[in-house]
């Protein structure tokens, strides 16, 4: 904004309503000018958008060839047809795309939303203060909309900003709108921008609000599973991702000296953040600092949602509150077959239930704690929270006496379901896992449990097996049967959520990540569910943090991998500290603290590389992708926020690995090294195009296996800006998963070579053989020297662009 100094008169004017808006400081405030982008619409950075799909083609994948979206159809859009609107296939895959994505921005932005109304309410306008390492505070904030928030207040218009372009873009998806896959494609990548900046407003209102910790490198160490709840006291079980709720009901066993009485434990991102509360640099009201400091550490982590059915199962809970996002839509019907009140908290999980918020706390709990009614209706936070830990404590002896004092199955009836099994297999064929339930049962039948113990982690707890049994098995209760002693004892070790990364941790890793000798950012994002079993989230984090990578996850991911140990029974947690360099794991926080990935990002290129973040977003993304080596992973059922949240790093050039259901999703951005025209990189010290090898090669990729997953994540991790200690580090490790898993070197790695001192030393001569016989490199053996060969020759000055307004100086 430009700013505007002397006087003026206004003079002779009628009728005229002169508003003056927010009055900007620009020199008191920012040491930048305003970049070019400002709130960007829809259309803004669509030329950088162009530039992703110039180099990563759309691939789809369609489910069906068919558009039901509106009543012209269905409409067959196989080959060259198009639909009675005139839309083709791939415009079609393009629309859902949006749709999905816009699906996971909103359910962040949202969340945002009601936290500022919340946090207002409670406790006023606070100072917005991330403490004295972290001064680029907000980062996304910045380089979208340009500003920096001072109080809470300031991110009302960025929230206000959020909702007016998703507003935009759900309108382009109806009948008769855009048209051009393109076009979609540009738009999705702006709601998983939007997405983001939600995220980053969701997780910095309540770090302020709730004093949670402002990039804890030393985050505690935190119980996790069912083992953790106290069986001889009422469980409140607070399942979702908006704190709330379970916040006052912490608050409100704190102010009642409850604690002996009643354990409070979460799942999902609600569990991460209610063991975060009051543990930063302290509350700026005293009086609430003084009562509730440390609070946080009281919670329980109960689990991740891939738990969730397990332990309604194990019946290890006496209340449930659910608040909003990831919780299953029959909770209900599980909680009232077991007796367990329910407590809907927020408008967008409702569950057909009687709205009580405005009925006295007492009578509430009577109608539950006598179970006139399995659930209630509870939006007002403060009694939300009073309800909750009241009903809990009233209902634990009522549950005793009218179910049994086992929760499992007797043996008895064990027995008699595991033999009623005909061996038909319609389980398995409905098994995401493909687990061999009809064999799995059949040994049960027998008498050996082994099966059902082996494969009880990889089991999602979906249902579908019992859904579709003609026998009516139900088959989770064998598997919670066979595993009692496991689901009553289960305890880990997670780390707390940290918070956003410090900027005095980026000036550690900023020249390592950028040169290479760090080889990398490897983000665990996305949420849980994992058709081949949690493990392979702890494999994953354990292959990269062993190598020095830096490992950051967040939400379930960080949850389910605590659920391993190594020989000493140490979780990875446990084994590699948590700060933001190499060789350390971090766990960021919850699914909205997963926007402090994309805020170290732009770290990096601001405080490393002394980039203009302010309103600058194709210019910070440009240097990432060119520059930052990082690469995310989604490695679940992929939610449409996990979705949104892998458009977004995409947009801001960082790359990432999907599991291979996310094929069900339709689109992928995958890069063609064949085509020599899509990876010319600008040198903007002078303007030149170089033609560069693939680095990275895709933007988001569907991993077939987990070995896969990782060998791909290596590579895209690799970038123009390498030196070549840094490319040598990270082609050892490329070549090194690829023997591990596959035993084999991979066949391209040629393509990232430019000098001999890239090539990995314990490979050095053999790969120089290879290149001289094999792909006709000329070597100079006396001086171990490569003289022709590669695709560009190492250039420690080289500065790559997609950006042509960052050229320097134009040949």
């Given at each position: 904004m430009d700013k505007m100094e002397g006087s003026f008169a206004v003079e002779d004017m009628q009728n005229v309503q002169i508003n003056i808006g927010a009055i900007v400081k620009e020199v008191e405030e920012w040491d930048q000018p305003m970049g070019p982008f400002p709130y960007p619409s829809i259309a803004t950075l669509r030329d950088w958008d162009f530039k992703i799909m110039q180099r990563y083609r759309v691939f789809y994948s369609p489910i069906c060839d068919r558009c039901t979206l509106c009543t012209y159809g269905p409409c067959d859009l196989t080959g060259d047809k198009r639909g009675a609107c005139g839309i083709d296939q791939a415009a079609q895959q393009g629309r859902i795309v949006l749709i999905a994505v816009l699906m996971g921005c909103t359910a962040h932005a949202a969340h945002g939303r009601h936290l500022y109304h919340w946090c207002l309410d409670k406790f006023g306008d606070l100072p917005f203060k991330m403490g004295d390492e972290i001064l680029v505070d907000a980062p996304l904030t910045r380089t979208i909309a340009g500003i920096k928030p001072k109080t809470l207040k300031d991110f009302g218009p960025v929230l206000g900003y959020v909702e007016e372009q998703v507003s935009q873009l759900l309108a382009c998806t109806h009948t008769g709108q855009e048209?051009?896959?393109?076009?979609?494609?540009?738009?999705?990548?702006?709601?998983?921008?939007?997405?983001?900046?939600?995220?980053?407003?969701?997780?910095?209102?309540?770090?302020?609000?709730?004093?949670?910790?402002?990039?804890?490198e030393d985050a505690p160490l935190v119980e996790c599973g069912m083992g953790t709840l106290d069986?001889?006291?009422?469980?409140?079980?607070?399942?979702?991702?908006?704190?709330?709720?379970?916040?006052?009901?912490?608050?409100?066993?704190?102010?009642?000296?409850?604690?002996?009485?009643?354990?409070?434990?979460?799942v999902c991102c609600t569990a991460i953040d209610n063991t975060r509360i009051c543990e930063g640099i302290g509350h700026p009201d005293k009086e609430f600092n003084d009562k509730y400091r440390m609070v946080g550490a009281k919670a329980k982590i109960a689990g991740a949602i891939g738990w969730w059915?397990?332990?309604?199962?194990?019946?290890?809970?006496?209340?449930?509150?659910?608040?909003?996002?990831?919780?299953?839509?029959?909770?209900?019907?599980?909680?009232?077959?077991?007796?367990?009140?329910?407590?809907?908290?927020?408008?967008?999980?409702?569950?057909?239930?009687?709205?009580?918020?405005?009925?006295?706390?007492?009578?509430?709990?009577?109608?539950?704690?006598?179970?006139?009614?399995?659930?209630?209706?509870?939006?007002?936070?403060?009694?939300?929270?009073?309800?909750?830990?009241?009903?809990?404590?009233?209902v634990k002896p009522k549950r005793a006496d009218i179910r049994e004092a086992d929760p499992f199955l007797s043996e008895e009836d064990f027995k008699k379901y595991a033999e009623s099994c005909t061996y038909c297999h319609s389980c398995q064929f409905v098994c995401p896992p493909h687990i061999k339930i009809g064999d799995v049962v059949r040994a049960a039948a027998e008498g050996n449990y082994e099966p059902l113990s082996t494969t009880y982690e990889i089991c999602v707890g979906c249902r579908r097996c019992e859904q579709v049994c003609p026998q009516d098995i139900p088959i989770l209760s064998l598997y919670a049967y066979a595993n009692r002693d496991y689901i009553r004892n289960q305890k880990f070790k997670m780390r707390a959520g940290r918070g956003p990364v410090k900027d005095t941790e980026i000036r550690r890793v900023g020249a390592p990540l950028v040169l290479g000798t760090i080889p990398g950012v490897i983000a665990i994002i996305g949420c849980g569910n994992y058709p081949n079993g949690t493990k392979e989230c702890y494999d994953i984090a354990r292959e990269f943090v062993d190598r020095g990578f830096i490992v950051a996850a967040t939400g379930c991911m960080a949850m389910d991998m605590s659920l391993y140990t190594d020989e000493e029974g140490k979780t990875i947690w446990e084994q590699f500290p948590g700060g933001f360099d190499g060789r350390n794991i971090c766990n960021i926080g919850s699914c909205v603290s997963n926007a402090h990935l994309h805020g170290a990002g732009i770290k990096v290129a601001t405080i490393f590389a002394g980039r203009n973040e302010r309103a600058n977003y194709d210019d910070i993304a440009d240097y990432i992708l060119s520059k930052v080596g990082a690469c995310g992973v989604a490695w679940g059922a992929y939610s449409q926020k996990a979705a949104s949240i892998a458009t977004g790093f995409n947009r801001l050039g960082v790359p990432a690995v999907v599991q291979s259901h996310s094929v069900m999703y339709r689109r992928a951005f995958l890069g063609r090294t064949d085509k020599k025209e899509d990876w010319e990189i600008i040198d903007a010290r002078d303007g030149s195009r170089v033609y560069c090898e693939p680095a990275p090669e895709h933007m988001l990729y569907v991993a077939e296996s987990v070995e896969e997953c990782m060998l791909m994540m290596a590579k895209l991790c690799f970038r123009p800006s390498d030196n070549n200690s840094g490319r040598m580090i990270k082609l050892t490790h490329y070549c090194d998963i690829s023997m591990k898993y596959f035993g084999c070197m991979p066949p391209d790695w040629p393509i990232y070579v430019r000098h001999a001192s890239d090539l990995p030393l314990k490979w050095k001569e053999d790969m120089m053989k290879e290149l001289e016989s094999k792909y006709g490199w000329e070597i100079d053996w006396k001086r171990k020297a490569i003289l022709s060969g590669p695709i560009r020759k190492s250039d420690v000055s080289f500065d790559p662009t997609n950006i042509e307004r960052k050229i320097r100086a134009k040949k």
């Open positions: 048209g051009n896959y393109k076009d979609f494609e540009s738009k999705a990548l702006h709601a998983g921008m939007l997405d983001s900046l939600g995220k980053e407003v969701s997780d910095l209102i309540q770090i302020v609000a709730y004093d949670m910790p402002r990039g804890d069986k001889n006291k009422a469980i409140l079980i607070t399942y979702g991702h908006n704190l709330a709720g379970s916040a006052e009901a912490m608050f409100y066993t704190e102010d009642n000296n409850l604690w002996d009485k009643v354990d409070i434990g979460g059915r397990k332990m309604v199962r194990g019946d290890c809970m006496d209340c449930i509150m659910v608040d909003e996002q990831c919780v299953w839509t029959d909770a209900i019907v599980d909680a009232e077959k077991y007796k367990i009140p329910l407590i809907a908290t927020n408008e967008k999980i409702m569950l057909g239930l009687p709205d009580r918020t405005n009925d006295p706390v007492d009578e509430i709990v009577d109608d539950l704690v006598n179970f006139r009614m399995p659930g209630v209706v509870v939006l007002d936070p403060v009694k939300a929270g009073e309800v909750g830990v009241k009903t809990a404590i009233a």
